[in-house]
């Protein structure tokens, strides 16, 4: 799993899998989900994502998984 935010753009994009989306479904104003050839979610893409979310602070518990952190 990816996150990655644009601020010139203020988009933040969460990569699920390391699969190809093949459609793209609006699940909310400016919330875009894409999904794979079986319709399994692949990728999140939210539009103006300081509007929707709070990017202030990630907090990562519990997670079976290292957590690695680039800039």
């Known amino acids: 799993m990816?996150?990655?935010y644009f601020p010139e753009t203020?988009?933040?994009y969460i990569d699920l899998?390391?699969?190809p989306g093949v459609e793209a479904r609006?699940?909310?104003e400016g919330i875009v989900l894409d999904v794979d050839e079986q319709g399994r979610a692949v990728g999140l893409d939210i539009d103006q994502a300081s509007k929707h979310v709070s990017l202030q602070?990630?907090?990562?518990?519990r997670l079976p998984f290292e957590v690695e952190?680039?800039?």
């Open 17 to 19: 899998a390391d699969r």
């Open 26 to 28: 609006e699940i909310g």
């Open 69 to 71: 952190q680039t800039a």
């Open 57 to 61: 602070k990630l907090n990562l518990s």
């Open 10 to 12: 203020d988009s933040l």
């Open 2 to 4: 990816k996150i990655e």
